[in-house]
């Protein structure tokens, strides 16, 4: 098996879309980014490659291709996912943090894991997303940005 980890922070800002995990959320203020800013699937992305030593999403996508500007990450995450199992790998499980001290996610939590887990092809049970505040400490606690952690597992696929 294999482990990886992934970690992103984007900036608040006004008159950006905020969505986290392939889940609209809506707010006053969004996620800055050359994507549509998705902090949350752009960690489980470099967890994923980072798992299976794919390089990471930096690389694979960089900020100066036009081709995705404004790209929905869900699409990235897609790509990911096909060149993990074009090497043989599974994903397990995955673990997430999502460090917000506004707006107040706590309300859309379920709602991202479901997604998330659908993304992934994994069963709710498999997938987990906890929200976290920064107690007001750094960038994060005073608002002007969102940052996500994740942790996956990978397994070799198995041929049935
Ligand atoms: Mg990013």
Do not use: W
């Not at 030593?53 to 694979?60: F, W």
């Amino acid at each position: 098996m294999r482990i990886g980890i992934g970690y992103d922070i984007h900036r608040l800002v006004p008159d950006r879309p905020l969505r986290l995990g392939g889940v609209d959320v809506p707010a006053p203020v969004g996620l800055a980014g050359h994507s549509d800013g998705d902090v949350l699937l752009h960690a489980v992305c470099d967890a994923l490659l980072g798992a299976a030593a794919l390089g990471d999403i930096g690389s694979l996508f960089p900020d100066t291709d036009p081709a995705t500007r404004g790209i929905d990450s869900t699409r990235l995450l897609g790509i990911v996912l096909e060149r993990l199992h074009a090497a043989g790998h599974t994903v397990g499980n995955l673990d997430t943090n999502l460090i917000a001290q506004r707006p107040r996610l706590a309300p859309h939590q379920a709602a991202i894991r479901e997604r998330l887990a659908a993304l992934l092809g994994l069963g709710p049970s498999h997938v987990s997303v906890k929200i976290r505040s920064n107690e007001e400490l750094d960038a994060i606690g005073r608002g002007e940005a969102i940052a996500a952690q994740a942790v996956v597992l990978l397994h070799p696929t198995h041929a049935d």
